[in-house]
């Protein structure tokens, strides 16, 4: 997020071939000469310079002009961005851009890679390595020594970021029972949201770049120092892996920092070695003596998002879920970038629209605790993609009603979002839970990345990309309903319970 304020905009102007200063005459600044020589209806133009008696002369209308190829002045002593830090304006300004397109490339091989990782080897390694990644990578941003590094390390930073999100919900997921994921869901996206709304305020006091990602990562910093302290490895991953001596002691750290009697923790142990005993079949390799009694050290087969398509249930669940991550994301961002352009300070715009995020997921607690999963997040999907819809009827020249239209069109869809994120969670099964959500966070950035494409269909007619969005929208909602109804289940545990849905 922190790209929306890095690459804006910064004041420059551009130096005339051949420029001297000390030909400047002397009744003028050097700012104020380089104004004056710049072409005010072209910003990336310039007037050619003739001299007379040694200095300079003012340029007029009728002198002609050149383009701003010969440098440029950026004024930035207010603010700073990588836009004046390596002169991406006029001719290289698509460039600003490209670190967006090259982290989502980071992104969706991160996807792949640290599902595998967090399934095989434990989130909580799987949660460290990425956000060390992320730590390393915002400070070598920083002092990258030109532009193509800067933008090489972008792509490791969304490799890093596309373990800590996805990781760090499925951890928390799994430590909790049935009766607080759902408060659980929603609170973590809530929080998300007003991370957002702090950046917001970040960014106005931090007007330059350096100190702004300086900022950004202090709450990384601050979340491995206590991960490295508390050392939370999901006790369900460690149950699947037979792993019961290490389960029981993450059980009884939890005990002792919610005030609970540790006993307990080793009793449900117990129940969860001979449930896992009977259920799961653990192929032992090698049995060995600990205080739990004689107990199964295994070595399993690790799965991956591919396992899920192997079975026709299964498969049948994986590609609904991944289909609505799809069509979710490219309805977030179509309604984003189909909105109005809001007059006013982009910090307040951008403060407002990440507020929206904070009731949304309030809205969808309440949906979900009253309604169940399935419908809520149905009608969600559906009156997203009819918004989006009713957009095409909006009479030309109205302002605020395609505004309110944005605004309850990104309502729905964090609602909607935070939702699919739980019903994810809850059908794809402890073996392939991470890899299951890995894989449909990778959907999800290729819905983003077909978002802008699809507006482009409006040379072809202006009603087609709100149209194309609003049937993908409502077919999504609808297909929610063949999924099974997870609310007050117990998380699945392996692909032979999905299957048995």
């Known amino acids: 997020m922190t790209m929306v304020f890095i690459r804006e905009k910064v004041p420059f102007a551009c130096y005339p071939s051949n420029f001297n200063e000390s030909l400047i005459p002397p009744n003028i600044t050097l700012d104020e000469f380089l104004n ?8 990336c133009s310039v007037y050619n310079l ?6 300079y002369i003012l340029p007029t209308s009728n002198s002609t002009k050149e383009s701003c190829n010969n440098g440029r002045k950026f004024y930035s002593d207010d603010l700073s961005s990588i836009v004046s830090e390596f002169d991406l304006a006029c001719e290289k300004e698509w460039l600003k851009n490209l670190p967006v397109s090259v982290m989502f490339a980071g992104f969706l091989l991160g996807n792949l890679l640290f599902g595998i990782i967090s399934d095989k080897f434990g989130r909580f390694k799987a949660f460290c390595v990425s956000d060390i990644l992320c730590i390393g990578s915002a400070f070598a941003k920083i002092y990258s020594p030109n532009y193509i590094v800067f933008v090489i390390i972008y792509f490791f930073e969304g490799f890093g970021y596309a373990g800590t999100y996805v990781v760090a919900f499925t951890m928390a997921i799994e430590y909790v029972s049935q009766n607080y994921r759902l408060s659980l869901n929603f609170s973590l996206h809530a929080f998300f949201a007003v991370g957002e709304t702090l950046l917001a305020g970040v960014a106005y006091l931090l007007r330059k770049w350096q100190h702004l990602l300086y900022a950004a990562t202090i709450p990384h910093i601050l979340v491995l120092i206590i991960a490295l302290k508390f050392r939370p490895e999901s006790p369900r991953w460690l149950l699947n892996k037979g792993r ?6 993450s059980f009884k750290r939890l005990a002792r920092i919610n005030g609970k009697n540790p006993e307990n923790a080793i009793n449900l142990i117990r129940k969860l070695q001979r449930e896992a005993e009977l259920e799961f079949k653990f192929e032992s390799e090698a049995v060995e003596s600990t205080n739990l009694g004689n107990e199964e050290r295994t070595r399993k087969k690790t799965y991956t998002a591919m396992d899920l398509l192997k079975k026709p249930r299964r498969a049948m669940i994986s590609i609904n879920l991944w289909f609505n991550w799809f069509v979710n994301s490219m309805l977030y961002y179509g309604v984003i970038l189909n909105s109005v352009d809001m007059s ?5 715009n951008f403060f407002i629209m990440a507020l929206i995020g904070i009731p949304a997921n309030i809205i969808g607690y309440l949906f979900f605790k009253w309604f169940g999963h399935r419908k809520p997040l149905c009608v969600l999907m559906v009156f997203g993609g009819f918004n989006c819809i009713v957009s095409n009827f909006v009479p030309a020249g109205n302002l605020w009603f395609p505004l309110i239209l944005a605004v309850i069109g990104r309502l729905a869809l964090t609602a909607s979002f935070s939702g699919i994120y739980l019903t994810s969670a809850e059908l794809f099964p402890t073996v392939t839970r991470n890899s299951g959500l890995s ?6 950035r290729v819905g983003g990345v077909f978002s802008p494409t699809i507006l482009q269909l409006s040379t072809y007619g202006s009603w087609i990309p709100l149209s194309v969005y609003g049937v993908f929208g409502i077919a999504a909602g609808l297909l929610i309903l063949l999924l099974p109804e997870m609310k007050d289940s117990c998380l699945l545990q392996t692909l032979d319970d999905m299957d048995n849905l």
């Open 36 to 43: 004056k020589a710049a072409v005010e209806e072209e910003k």
């Open 50 to 55: 003739d001299t007379k008696e040694g200095f």
């Open 344 to 348: 006013g300070s982009r910090y307040m």
């Open 439 to 444: 894989a449909a966070s990778l959907f999800a």
């Open 244 to 249: 019961f001596t290490e389960s029981e002691e």
